[in-house]
Nanobody
Framework: QVQLVESGGGSVQPGGSLSLSCTAS????????MGWYRQASGKERELVAV???????KYLDSVKGRFTISRDNAKKMVYLQMNSLNPEDTAVYYC????????????????????WGQGTLVTVSS
């Protein structure tokens, strides 16, 4: 069973910075994509940033230039550095990852997985 745990959420003032971390744990798995989503109260969950296995990244338009996603593949971690925060960034932030279980199935195939972290609350207010 692959699990994700986020940390780093908290409360900051507008213009401040915050860094989120997410760690994947388990056994016999390989991660493909890791990303960050967020969900504000009463809103749909949206993709904030994603880091593909090949090194490319993608960002929500409203966070471009302010947020940076990075990965440490050896540690199976993903980070989100958030700068110039504004109240519109207030949300629960969720880590997401997909990949494959490297213990083969009976037929020799490898099982796909997608997991979510428990979420960490980021509040930006004065």
């Amino acid at each position: 069973q692959v699990q994700l745990v986020e940390s780093g959420g908290g409360s900051v003032q507008p213009g401040g910075s915050l860094s989120l971390s997410c760690t994947a744990s388990g056994s016999s798995f390989s991660i493909n994509v890791m990303g960050w989503y967020r969900q504000a109260s009463g809103k749909e969950r949206e993709l904030v940033a994603v880091a593909f296995s090949g090194g490319s990244t993608k960002y929500l338009d409203s966070v471009k230039g302010r947020f940076t996603i990075s990965r440490d593949n050896a540690k199976k971690m993903v980070y989100l550095q958030m700068n110039s925060l504004n109240p519109e960034d207030t949300a629960v932030y969720y880590c997401n990852a997909d990949g494959s279980i490297t213990e083969p199935e009976a037929d020799g195939s490898y099982r796909y997985f997608e997991v979510w972290g428990q979420g960490t609350l980021v509040t930006v207010s004065s």
